[in-house]
């Protein structure tokens, strides 16, 4: 798989794979701590909710720039903008989800 | 557990039913025939090499037609034995339960198993040989798409004989769907089957989204690809985001039945809202996802036989990107009445009639493309047509429903069925037929036959107007969707009837489709030529059917309507190019990996349905086995050499 | 010819026999005989909508049969043929400009009344309140005003704005009377309001729209229409002549089965919340607000 990318090809050129190790690293560290986070009742909920998001969506980036080469492309940068567009509907599921399940809040009585 | 709920997990085999017993002899006579003719003419190795192993986009492209053609069939009857029991009022021809699994089987069968590998199949048949690619991006990953559907269809249809079929609406929504409401497999096959074949949709959608971006010939801008293949480009974006969603809610409700968590229950902070909500994140764009790549045929077609440019290129573009977007943000219009507040319904209730403006354009584009054209009515041409009065009326029941207030009458209600029936036949099925039609020739080298296809079109269409007016006007009086009975009196009786008759006339015009393709396969007209219609595009310009590596030469493409404009610069005698010398081509090894890795699936997921995680650990511990496998296995692809080449191209009579 | 005409007209002839005898009549089609402002209002949005998409539609399929008349591919055809052209500003802006307006007027109309309808449809002091719950496979009314109950039916008063409360005790429902407005969904251990009227005295079938298993086909009810007096009268003879709604009584009310009309003098005390609580209505606080508004 690794040795069909020129990146990663790029890298072995140069000794152990650092991109590599750095991202694997990464990607458990943020993953333990949200764990630790909520098994060690470390905060109150709301705090607790927003940064378990803030680590997810690290976690999301580090998964991105070390392991899926979003910074490499021959061409066009097809998936920079899928990716973009992604964002868009996400945002847009989540908060159409919220805003549809919080029903009833604006039921004029 | 709910007093009078079939438990349905001690029968293993469906018993007491005198239809499902006729079905479990033919479906043994039908195996031991297919079992006997493989053997008798040594068909095994020819079955296993050409076929089951095979990653050759138009193999799988044929095998996707098939399924759908075998699907379509099932779908149909279930929907005639729907269309019996309620001809008149107090029928007693099928029981409640009876009823509730057919409704069921229904809709799953022809949304997800029907339309999908019918779509799917129009993708791999024509996107390469459109864009002048020699195969997808991942021909593997196509061959796992296209097995993980077919096991994931052979799941789901095991249970109308195994364990009982689903019977909570192919919305599935729950409590109904839960455990508690619903003990029986049935609602586990559903939520498997669609998993299994979910994950070979979202492969097909990245496969093809691929393909198109990266593996167009030289010379072929986005701008000058041929309308389908911007069709495709557009439903593989939606299905790369709204299939996902799917997975998941299907996956939490699965977790929920299996292992008692509480994503859909009002308890432990669940919501079975939840489930609607996600359902409908994914539903909405699905119907864009089936009916975009119509819309991509229809533009071909009308095109083709219009002898014409399309008209409005770009605004075709711009209208199937946006609908493309837009559908994401409709879904709530499926459950306007679930009290979710004014402002929500009216957000969604103006984004859904925003749609509709894309949508109308195309219809204005494809009339102004017969305008001061050249039409023949051919039968590619009459599906299409029949598709655009259909589609405007369709749509325009579409706007209807969209007004938020005005739905609280149409939900649920008969007027919905004869809308959402009206665009999905009028429109996916249509244009699958037309497709087919059109392609058919490409495909198998042969045409299928003018006065046959006429008569079968004339009556599903005829059959169609009679079928699903009359339901909207019932919707009107009341009828709501999926009862089983009505009492006389209200009306409903006569609406009923012709719609019934309707139905049947629908039948006649599949089983006359179905005649047509026996009748041509022996005296249908042999394609010689490979543009049996005066096509504008590349794939008219190889031989039917086209050989296992498409294009010798990677054709250069400098406009739109690249085969066309060639013709027409042959024709004026402008000097051709001299053709380059030839060289060996890169091409896929075959494997029968993809195959194993789905029966794998197959098998875990029938574990799953039962309860019995022996087969889903074996199931599972397969599919691992079979991944690692391909991620070590270097010997994947290999040259066809030139003198092959030459050798093959001179059997074509082509230089 | 004539022979064939007069075929087609023994045929039609035939049909329209049919219909009369089986009954089909225009009242039957019940959206479009509204008897409360609700439906009313519902109604002319469909027909305001029907009117609006037809600008369209009609000419659409015109035009399509023209221009293949007009364009077959024919040897003799001397219609123009112009096989290069494509491009038209003008034509797209029109039909790109066409739609924007009609959807533009429909959207105005929708946005209205979808606020509009989720207001008591008159200002009165005293509606009515019932409190409809949705069970296998039968429906339960309840009047907190009045301490009684009964199941499919109920009883309103003509004239006065009713507010339906909409839950389940069992899987969801939806809660349609055609000639009297648009249903909504009943879903257990939420509460969620409609508002409805009837103007004219009458008997008003309603059913459940939404698939809950094996007896939904039967969950249709009656919704009785009739004036204030005789409304109260009604109210007064169940209070004294209907059994009471026991515990147990609702108990074997929510197992699955199908019930004819019933009436009950009395039902426990809190029945309508405690089944939203007990089917998880305490993780819905909205809902939440609306029962604690019916309470003051």
């Known amino acids: 798989m690794a040795h069909t990318s020129e990146g990663a090809a790029r890298h072995a050129a140069s000794g152990p794979p650092w991109m590599h190790i750095i991202g694997f690293v990464l990607s458990i560290v943020l993953t333990l701590a949200a764990l630790w986070l909520v098994l060690g009742h470390a905060m109150r909920p709301a705090p607790l909710f927003f940064t378990i998001m803030v680590l997810a969506v690290l976690q999301i980036a580090v998964q991105l720039f070390f392991f899926m080469h979003i910074t490499e492309s021959y061409g066009p940068a097809w998936h920079v903008w899928m990716l973009a567009l992604g964002v868009v509907l996400v945002v847009a599921i989540v908060a159409g989800s919220i805003w549809i399940m919080t029903f009833g809040g604006d039921v004029a009585y | ?655 | ?296």
């Not at chain 2, 409704?103 to 198993?113: Q, S």
């Not at chain 2, 199949?121 to 196509?142: H, S, T």
């Not at chain 2, 054709?555 to 027409?568: C, I, L, N, T």
Request: glycine residues 8%; charged residues 15%; hydrophobic residues 50%.
């Open chain 3, 1 to 296: 010819m004539p022979n064939r005409s007069g075929r087609w007209l023994r045929w039609i002839g035939w049909l329209g026999g049919c219909l009369v005898v089986t009954g089909c009549s225009p009242e039957q089609i019940v959206v479009f005989h509204p008897a409360g402002p609700v439906a009313a209002t519902e109604e002319r949005l469909i027909w305001t909508s029907i009117a609006l998409v037809s600008v369209v539609v009609v000419p659409v399929i015109a035009l399509m049969f023209y221009i293949v008349a007009r364009y077959r591919d024919r040897p003799n055809n001397n219609a123009p043929y112009r096989p290069k052209w494509s491009e038209s500003k003008t034509l797209e802006i029109i039909w790109w400009g066409i739609p924007i307006v009609i959807i533009g007027i429909l959207a105005t109309f929708t946005v209205r009344d979808t606020f509009a309808l989720t207001r008591p449809p008159e200002k009165v002091s005293s509606p009515l309140t019932v409190q409809v719950t949705s069970l296998d496979w039968k429906w339960l009314f309840q009047y907190p005003d009045h301490g009684v109950a009964t199941v499919n039916y109920c009883e309103i008063p003509v004239g006065r704005p009713v507010q339906f409360i909409l839950t389940s005790n069992a899987p969801m429902n939806s809660f349609w009377v055609p000639q009297l407005g648009g249903q909504e969904y009943t879903m257990p251990g939420m509460a969620m309001r409609l508002w409805l009227q009837a103007d004219k005295p009458g008997v008003y079938t309603g059913r459940g729209a939404n698939f809950s298993g094996r007896g939904y086909a039967h969950m249709t009810f009656r919704v009785v229409a009739v004036s204030d007096d005789e409304f109260n009268r009604w109210a007064a003879k169940v209070k004294q002549t209907a059994p009471p709604l026991t515990e147990d009584g609702y108990r074997k009310l929510v197992a699955q089965g199908i019930s004819p009309e019933l009436s009950f003098s009395s039902y426990p005390k809190g029945l309508f919340e405690d089944t939203i609580m007990m089917e998880g209505g305490m993780y819905m606080k909205h809902d939440m607000s609306i029962l604690g508004h019916e309470k003051t």
């Open chain 2, 1 to 655: 557990m709910p007093v009078g709920v079939q438990n349905y997990t001690t029968h293993f085999f469906v018993t007491g039913d005198p239809l499902i017993y006729g079905v479990d002899v033919s479906i043994i006579l039908v195996s031991l025939a297919i079992v006997y003719v493989l053997t008798r003419y040594r068909k095994w190795g020819w079955l296993w090499r050409e076929w089951l192993t095979t990653v050759d986009h138009k193999r799988i492209g044929i095998m996707y037609l098939i399924a759908a053609l075998l699907m379509l069939f099932r779908g149909g009857v279930d929907g005639l034995l729907m269309r019996t029991q309620l001809a008149w009022p107090n029928m007693h021809f099928l029981e409640a339960e009876h009823y509730n699994q057919i409704f069921t089987t229904h809709g799953t069968i022809m949304i997800l198993f029907m339309a999908m590998p019918f779509i799917f199949a129009m993708f791999n048949i024509a996107v390469p040989l459109q864009i002048g690619a020699r195969d997808v991006a991942f021909p593997y990953l196509n061959a796992i798409s296209f097995w993980l559907f077919f096991f994931g269809a052979l799941l789901f249809n095991h249970s109308f004989v195994i364990g009982g079929s689903p019977d909570a609406g192919w919305t599935s929504y729950p409590p109904l769907a839960d455990l508690p409401f619903n003990p029986g497999p049935g609602e586990n096959y559903y939520l498997l089957g669609l998993q299994i074949s979910g994950i070979g949709s979202i492969a097909t959608g990245i496969n093809f989204f691929v393909t198109i971006l990266k593996m167009r010939a030289p010379g072929m801008t986005l701008m000058r690809m041929p309308l389908f293949c911007w069709s495709v480009l557009a439903a593989c974006i939606i299905i790369i985001f709204a299939f996902p969603v799917l997975t998941v809610a299907l996956a939490l409700l699965l977790i929920d039945r299996i292992a008692g968590a509480h994503f859909f229950t009002m308890f432990d902070g669940g919501n079975p809202m939840m489930f609607v909500n996600m359902f409908w994140i994914w539903g909405h764009p699905e119907v864009y996802i089936v009916v975009l790549p119509a819309f991509g045929i229809f533009s071909e077609v009308v095109a083709t036989f219009s002898r014409k440019r399309i008209f409005g290129y770009s605004s075709m573009v711009a209208s199937m990107l946006a609908i493309a977007v837009i559908s994401y943000f409709t879904w709530v219009h499926h459950f306007f009445t679930m009290g979710a507040g004014p402002g929500v319904n009216s957000f969604f209730a103006v984004a859904t009639m925003i749609i509709a403006i894309p949508t109308g354009v195309k219809v204005f584009n494809w009339l102004m493309t017969m305008f001061q054209g050249r039409i023949r009515i051919t039968t590619p041409m009459l599906w299409t047509l029949g598709f655009i009065p259909n589609f405007a009326i369709g749509g325009a029941t579409g706007v209807m429903l969209s007004v938020a207030p005005a739905d609280y009458q149409y939900h649920n209600s008969y007027f919905l069925i004869a809308h959402f029936h009206q665009v999905l036949i009028g429109g996916t099925v249509y244009g699958m037929l037309a497709g087919m039609y059109y392609w058919w020739p490409k495909m198998f080298g042969f045409k299928l036959d003018e006065r046959l296809g006429k008569w079968a079109f004339w009556f599903f269409n005829i059959g169609f107007y009679v079928c699903f007016l009359p339901q909207y006007l019932v919707g009107f009086m009341g009828m709501t969707r999926r009862v089983y009975i009505y009492p006389p009196g209200l009306g409903w009786e006569i609406p009923n009837l012709i719609s019934t008759i309707g139905a049947y006339l629908m039948g006649v015009g599949f089983i006359l489709i179905v005649a047509d393709v026996v009748y041509s396969i022996r005296y249908g007209e042999r394609d010689l030529t490979g543009d049996p219609w005066d096509g504008r595009t590349l794939e008219w310009s190889l031989s039917s059917p086209p050989p296992h590596y498409n294009f010798a030469r990677i054709p250069r493409v400098d406009s739109r309507d690249a085969w066309w404009e060639m013709k027409q610069r042959r024709q004026r005698g402008e000097p051709m190019e001299e053709p380059e010398p030839l060289r060996p081509i890169h091409m896929p090894k075959n494997s029968g990996v993809p195959f194993i890795l789905c029966v794998a699936f197959f098998v875990a997921g029938f574990g799953f349905v039962f309860n019995w995680y022996v087969f889903s650990v074996i199931g599972l511990l397969t599919v691992a086995i079979c991944l690692f496998h391909r991620s070590f296995d270097y010997d994947t692809d290999y040259y066809i050499p030139v003198e092959e080449l030459e050798h093959h191209e001179a059997a074509l009579g082509r230089t």
